[in-house]
């Protein structure tokens, strides 16, 4: 079946935050700036021609987007200001939207009222849920040395009412479980729809099964190192992003795998792992934080200049969650049990939905889709049949 | 007789003729001839340092015979002829030897090259020596001018000569004046309309007192020369003969007919117009289809015809601006239509085009670019289930995927090519056509309006595609070139004409037959023919022919040929 | 050595000359074989010239013209023709091979074609080698 061209493309795009674009005359400037593309990838100009012609199938089963990092030298070297760079962040949400099965994520990123009326919703029930379940003392204020352990700080699982301790981790443990499935569930179902428009839908790419196993590296070495990243000129930017994304990796690996060991009641001296694990995440995210809040504000940072809707949501709730889990520590070793249970509260209710709504349906999907895209590129690049690409290359 | 002194002056070009010849040792090899006083090399001979050596060789060595190796005849003769006249000399005592055009462009073998310019000079300095001093003539410029061709060239140089008060005669081989811009609806890239610039100026032309109009007319005959031409004008039944001093021709171009590309369907599927239909379309104020529906859809096919080697080989110019006019004026006519630009190259030249084709590309305008050299777009009627009536299959070149591309009314940008007429016009000027059939300017670059005929303009399309502001200022260049020869009264003319030597002449008169011109007149008291040199021209067929050696051609006769001859040879004889 | 030959080209001013040069202006390589004299029109060639050219040893003679019709001269080049026709069969009976004289029309605009042609002809007279004629001639007397 030939494609055919769609001219009203572009009005579904300019939902993704699209700005002009149409500019672009196909010099290929961008293609040859660029660090990170290589001879049978030529982003960003094919993504923008095939935004350009609107051809949906191609878009969809391309991984480019993924692999590109915005460092925004595209942008800067076009010379007809059609903004390369940010044409592939538009793609990169338009994608995510397309992986999502559910089309939650279509809705979220089309209709931001949408994504904000689900995360109240949710933060609404983690309130009541929380409020409900495991109900403050009425000892929290009367008599807050109740509450504090021998270290003078406070017990946090000791502040609900009637709960005990072990209770009290058991029930949140549960929601963390909870939380996981659902996430992991439609992530993974996600990543799969991914697969199969990149590399299952493709009849004519044929590739060793074997190479299934030996480009599975390149998955577990670009999520941890983000290697691609630092190939853009702009180091400083790569290191944040590693950190919040390391930071972020191990905030969420504590708190729904080792809840047990990371929330007890003992304050631990400050160079123990835990702590010290703590401490690193919570620096790592907010030097990104800061960061991101100038760029975006300040935009003179290419990369920052357009800010869609669903930037500020993910980094305004990441902001909270952080703020409020600092202020739970602080709260605690001061030794002040009802501002830590009304923070903790809070903190729920921030980080539940930006977990639940970010992750699998929204910006912070790109965490796993972007080594997923450079597997499946790879697993490509293995592939035999690489006809289209050769033909390709005389274009520019 | 005079002793014979002769400067020989080898010309570097820079290193155009000094990279692929020893110059130094060309000179070296002249000064050895007979006859040569001094043989010099010199950077750049046209300069004016160069000129000057010249000048000033042949004042203090009282040369009288001058030989330059440099470029092509018909780019420098007349600058050195010039220089010879400042120094005091006749200035048809000179010969050029052409060792760039003919030896270091096209020879990389310096050593055969170097053998070959040596041969050309001494071919040079052996003829030079038989030239003879000759006297130019001058003759009165008529002031009336013809101007071929109605359309926004002829209309121009029409007017601004007779606004300055001289006669001007109009051939117009249509019905009415206007050409190729009377179809126009709107111009590029302002969007003006067409019709506000050109209906003034027909207005003037028509009504000017000064201005004679011939429509349905054509030149089909022409005599004379330079400042004073006589032409054979047809219209309908009658002749009218008219005498003029210049001539302009502006006779345009014609839209090619897309018919032979039959990928097109032009004609075979409904809604497939030319870019010249789409313009009429537009004057009438409307874009619909056959069935009177507006159309959804609007494909525009760029460079049919054009830049393929099967019919124009050449790029047509103006259509790519055009396209992005068309594709502007459907986006103010229906906002809602979707318009594709299928082209091969983007050339949106000249001034604010680009602009026009980074604005029109703003207004979401999809451009899909095709392979001339492949493929080309093939239309076909849309299936039952296709909610469209036309498709158009392509292999998108920037994407590499092979698309189709919905339309409604597809709009074919044919290519321009040379008139039907142009051929029997440029042999009744006498001027020179390209392997396009567009006419020759002189040069292409340092005289582009005028032809290798005196006398004789070529503006607008005639000379190749060009858009009407180019064809405006190519008129108005020629104008000012024939004001300035009128203005000037009287003009040179070149004195190249045959000659008879009466004593030798036996009366044969096979001169008086073979003279295209009927310049050669035969004295009945006399016995002997006779030259008219106003009438000859100079090719010198009469010479070739005259059995007795009688009619010679000045400047070609046939010692200067005979010792030119021998003088290319010269070389193997010594080897 | 390798035969090089030497061809003498009559090239008319309005169409083969122009040619020439434009074959030179687009730096279109070919033979150093030719010797290119000048003429106003190809009717000025008179056969003398020719029988000149292979008296001083010239191994070949190259006769252009404009292409019949576009004379600027209107008809120089039917005479030329007509001429050229008496001259091969003349220089047949001289024991010239006729191969070795040769008529092309070039227009202004065909560098290209004169350049071909002027490879083709140096190609044809190297297959026939030298021209003995000025030599036989030197013997006579």
């Known amino acids: 079946m030939i494609s055919r061209v769609d001219p009203e493309f572009k009005q579904e795009l300019h939902k993704y935050g699209l700005r002009e674009w149409n500019e672009c005359f196909h010099c290929g400037n961008c293609t040859a700036i660029c660090p990170l593309t290589k001879d049978d990838n030529l982003f960003p100009r094919r993504g923008i021609r095939l935004a350009q012609m609107g051809l949906k199938k191609q878009l969809v089963s391309s991984v480019d987007p993924w692999l590109c990092y915005y460092c925004g030298e595209c942008t800067e070297t076009c010379p007809r200001n059609a903004n390369p760079g940010e044409l592939m962040m538009v793609l990169r949400r338009y994608l995510t939207s397309c992986y999502d099965w559910t089309g939650i994520s279509r809705l979220f990123y089309t209709r931001k009222i949408w994504e904000l009326a689900a995360i109240i919703l949710i933060a609404l029930g983690v309130i009541i849920s929380f409020l409900v379940f495991l109900p403050p003392s009425p000892d929290l204020f009367s008599k807050p040395q109740a509450f504090i352990n021998e270290q003078g700080g406070v017990m946090i699982n000791s502040l609900a009412n009637g709960i005990s301790a072990s209770r009290f981790v058991q029930l949140i443990e549960y929601g963390d479980l909870l939380m996981a499935i659902l996430v992991a569930g439609f992530l993974i179902s996600n990543i799969f729809h991914m697969f199969y428009r990149v590399i299952l839908s493709d009849r004519n790419l044929k590739f060793p099964f074997y190479s299934y196993f030996t480009e599975f590296w390149s998955l577990i070495y670009n999520f941890v190192t983000q290697a691609r990243f630092s190939k853009c000129d702009n180091r400083t930017y790569w290191i944040g992003h590693l950190l919040v994304m390391t930071g972020y990796t191990i905030m969420f690996t504590l708190i729904v795998a080792f809840l047990k060991e990371f929330q007890i009641e003992e304050i631990k001296p400050w160079y123990h792992w835990q702590r010290l694990l703590g401490y690193y995440s919570t620096f790592g995210i907010l030097f990104f934080l800061i960061y991101t809040f100038i760029g975006r504000i300040r935009k003179t940072d290419l990369k920052m200049q357009f800010s869609h809707p669903s930037d500020w949501m993910f980094i305004v709730l990441l902001f909270f969650t952080a703020v409020t889990g600092i202020l739970i520590h602080i709260f605690r070793v001061s030794g002040l049990p009802a501002a830590t249970y009304f923070t903790y509260l809070i903190h729920l209710a921030f980080l539940v939905p930006m977990i639940v709504i970010e992750v699998p349906f929204s910006k912070w999907s790109h965490l796993a889709y972007r080594p997923f895209a450079v597997y499946f590129d790879r697993l490509r690049r293995a592939g035999q049949n690489r006809q289209s690409i050769v033909e390709l290359t005389p274009a520019i | 007789m005079e002793e014979i002194r002769i400067g020989v002056y080898i010309c570097w070009c820079g290193t155009n003729i000094a990279k692929n010849v020893d110059v130094e040792r060309v000179a070296a090899e002249a000064g050895k001839l007979q006859g040569v006083v001094v043989a010099r090399d010199y950077k750049y001979m046209c300069s004016d340092p160069g000129q000057d050596l010249m000048v000033k060789d042949i004042q203090e060595m009282n040369l009288n015979r001058i030989v330059v190796a440099a470029c092509s005849p018909r780019i420098h003769e007349i600058t050195f002829r010039k220089a010879l006249e400042k120094a005091g000399l006749n200035p048809y005592l000179f010969q050029m030897a052409n060792i760039r055009e003919q030896v270091s462009w096209v020879h990389d073998d310096r050593e055969k090259a170097t053998q070959k310019a040596i041969d050309l000079v001494t071919g040079a300095v052996k003829r030079v020596r038989w030239q003879e001093a000759l006297n130019k003539r001058s003759v009165k410029v008529n002031p009336a001018t013809l101007v071929i061709g109605g359309g926004i060239a002829g209309l121009t140089a029409a007017r601004e000569i007779a606004r300055t008060g001289r006669i001007v005669f109009l051939v117009e081989k249509e019905k009415s004046l206007g050409g190729m811009m009377k179809k126009i609806n709107r111009t590029f890239p302002n969007l003006d309309e067409a019709s506000k610039y050109l209906n003034p100026i027909i207005e003037e032309v028509s009504s000017h007192p000064h201005i004679q109009v011939y429509l349905n007319s054509q030149l089909v005959k022409l005599s004379g020369y330079v400042g004073n031409f006589i032409g054979t004008v047809n219209h309908k039944e009658t002749q009218s003969e008219l005498e003029f001093g210049n001539i302009i021709v502006a006779t345009g171009l014609k839209p090619f007919k897309p018919t032979p590309l039959s990928n097109y369907a032009y004609k075979r599927l409904p809604n497939i117009i030319t870019s010249v239909e789409f313009e009429e379309m537009l004057s009438k104020g409307y874009i619909r289809l056959d069935s009177r529906q507006e159309p959804k859809h609007v494909a525009i096919i760029h460079c049919v015809g054009s830049r393929n080697p099967d019919f124009l080989p050449y790029c047509s110019r103006t259509c790519c601006q055009t396209a992005l006019k068309f594709a502007n004026q459907i986006k103010d006519l229906l906002p809602k239509a979707h318009v594709y630009q299928i082209y091969a190259d983007m050339r949106s030249m000249s001034k604010g085009c680009e602009e026009m084709y980074s604005k029109t590309a703003k207004r979401g305008v999809m451009f899909l670019m095709y392979d001339q050299k492949g493929k080309l777009p093939y239309i076909r009627e849309a299936g039952k289930n296709e909610k469209t009536r036309l498709v158009i299959e392509m292999k998108e070149l920037l994407s590499g995927e092979q698309v189709e591309v919905t339309a409604d009314l597809v709009i074919l940008m044919v290519g321009m090519e040379a008139q039907e007429t142009s051929k029997q016009l440029s042999q009744v000027l006498g001027i020179s056509r390209c392997s396009n059939n567009f006419y020759i300017e002189k040069h292409p670059k340092l005289d582009p309006v005028a032809t290798t005929t005196d006398g004789v303009f070529i503006v607008g399309s005639c000379q190749a595609p060009k858009e009407i502001s180019d064809s405006a200022s190519q008129a108005k260049a020629a104008a000012a070139r024939v004001l300035a020869m009128i203005n000037k009264d009287w003009v040179e003319v070149e004195v190249i004409t045959s000659s008879v030597r009466e004593e030798i002449c036996c009366g044969c008169q096979i001169c008086v037959h073979v003279c295209p011109y009927g310049a050669i007149e035969f004295l009945k008291e006399k016995k002997v023919s006779c030259v008219n040199e106003v009438i000859c021209k100079g090719c010198g067929t009469c010479a070739s022919a005259c059995p007795t050696g009688a009619i010679g051609s000045r400047h070609f006769t046939e010692k200067q040929i005979l010792a030119q001859i021998e003088g290319v040879m010269l070389q193997l004889l010594e080897v | ?141």
């Open chain 3, 1 to 141: 050595m390798e035969f090089e030959p030497k061809i003498v080209a009559f090239l008319c001013n309005w169409c083969s000359y122009t040619g020439a040069d434009l074959a030179g202006t687009s730096r279109m390589k070919y033979s150093p074989s030719l010797r290119i004299i000048r003429v106003m029109c190809s009717g000025r060639i008179c056969p003398t010239f020719i029988f000149k050219a292979f008296q001083e040893g010239a191994d070949g003679v190259l006769v252009c013209g404009c292409h019949p019709g576009d004379c600027h001269y209107n008809e120089g080049n039917y005479k030329c023709l007509r001429r050229f026709k008496l001259i091969e069969k003349y220089i047949r009976q001289m024991g010239i091979e006729p191969d070795r004289i040769r008529l092309a029309w070039i227009s202004a605009s065909e560098g290209k074609l004169f350049a071909e042609l002027a490879n083709e002809m140096t190609q044809t007279i190297k297959n026939l080698g030298p021209s003995t004629i000025k030599a036989q001639l030197e013997q006579m007397v």
